[in-house]
């Protein structure tokens, strides 16, 4: 969304490419309405909220707007962004951070080797309860320190930082 968005921005109104950016990003933003990460809405609007302040401030009251309006019309979007801002400790949000807790105190156990690949789930599995829900961390930078420890997450954070340099430059 966030790219095809940049892209159709950058384009502008004079080239053609940037009507199918464009469409294509309305089409990515319908798809994330109708899905229930919270996370990528928040993520989603973080960046509009950066690259309208920055550069496009009339893109940024549309971004709004728009937003604005799924709140108000589409169901799901209502009741993910409220369950956000009704913190209920049950909820999916608590068990998460519940989930959260437990998993870094997992990762203490082994912080530099890990616990090896694909084994996030299963070091969450053998120390929870199965009835506590899901074994998967939900969280990658997590995931990863649990499974490569602390050198596999430096890694992994370095890969991402080197793509930010690289898009800044360019």
């Known amino acids: 969304i966030t790219l095809a968005t940049f892209a159709a921005l950058n384009l502008g109104k004079k080239r053609i490419e940037s009507y199918g950016y464009s469409i294509l990003s309305l089409i990515f933003v319908l798809a994330l309405a109708f899905t229930y990460t919270r996370g990528a809405y928040v993520a989603l609007a973080l960046i509009f909220l950066i690259v309208g302040l920055v550069k496009f ?3 940024l009251l549309a971004a709004a707007s728009l937003a604005f309006v799924f709140y108000l019309v589409i169901p799901p979007i209502t009741a993910r962004v409220n369950s956000l801002i009704n913190f209920d400790p049950y909820g999916s ?5 519940t989930l959260w807790t437990d998993s870094i105190s997992y990762f203490r156990e082994k912080p ?9 789930p299963l070091v969450i599995a053998e120390n929870r309860d199965f009835k506590l829900g899901a074994t998967e961390p939900h969280n990658d930078y997590l995931k990863i320190g ?15 930082l080197s793509v930010l340099i690289d898009f800044y430059r360019k």
């Open 146 to 160: 649990l499974e490569n420890g602390a050198i596999g997450l430096l890694v992994y954070l370095s890969i991402i």
């Open 57 to 59: 401030r009339a893109f």
């Open 112 to 120: 530099w080797s890990g616990n090896g690949l694909g084994t996030g």
């Open 93 to 97: 949000i608590g068990w998460r951070i």
